[in-house]
């Protein structure tokens, strides 16, 4: 194997998975909110929430105060008071077109956001209006998840994150007829889409 270092440009975003789809369910009730609204220049109250685990670093501070800026819940982060933990991270090389080359990740986080701390949650979800889960949790949290938006009747979207993790979600039931999963063909990825 042979090794280079190639000069680059770098950067760094506040992202994930989680964190993409509040922040673009935000946005559009954001806007929802100003179509509908002449005058108001006041934002409302935040209708979306975050629920996942940071690390006691400047990416988890970083994050928790980059949701509060874009109008997303993030009372439900929680921060580990663990040392070992550090806030989840993903980097990649693309190439110039901007195809992945290659990726490298460490959602290890990630699993200690365990079943018991959805089910403590449990009022949050009961009351959200819709559930959207990624396959960066442990599988034991996604059932558990999926349980309780089958308890209480939510609508709950499950992205894969790839292909390789789409597979968490085979094999649930959401026990509706004419529900269940749907596969959508992205342009890089299959979607899987449970509707409970």
Do not use: W
Not at 4 to 19: E, P, Q
Not at 22 to 43: F, G, K, P, W, Y
Not at 111 to 132: F, G, H, M, Q, W
Not at 153 to 167: I, M, N, R, V
Request: charged share 25%; with cysteine; aromatic share 6%.
């Amino acid at each position: 194997m042979s090794h280079f270092i190639a000069d680059t440009m770098l950067t760094y975003a506040t992202s994930g998975v989680g964190r993409n789809v509040s922040a673009m369910i935000a946005q559009v009730l954001d806007r929802q909110i100003e179509d509908n609204s002449c005058t108001s220049s006041r934002r409302e109250p935040k209708r979306v929430s975050l629920v996942t685990m940071v690390g006691r670093d400047e990416s988890g501070r970083g994050l928790i105060e980059h949701l509060e800026g874009i109008n997303v819940d993030a009372k439900h982060v929680i921060v580990s008071q663990e040392a070992k933990h550090h806030t989840a991270r993903y980097s990649a090389v693309h190439a110039a077109d901007g195809e992945l080359i290659v990726a490298v990740a460490d959602m290890s986080i990630l699993d200690n956001l365990s079943p018991k701390y959805v089910r403590e949650k449990e009022e949050a979800i009961c009351t959200a209006r819709l559930i959207v889960i990624d396959a960066n949790l442990p599988s034991s949290t996604v059932r558990e998840v999926v349980n309780l938006a089958k308890k209480h009747s939510k609508p709950l979207f499950y992205e894969p994150t790839s292909g390789y993790k789409s597979s968490i979600a085979l094999g649930f039931d959401c026990g509706h007829s004419g529900h269940g999963l749907e596969v959508l063909r992205g342009s890089y990825v299959y979607k899987l889409i449970f509707r409970c």
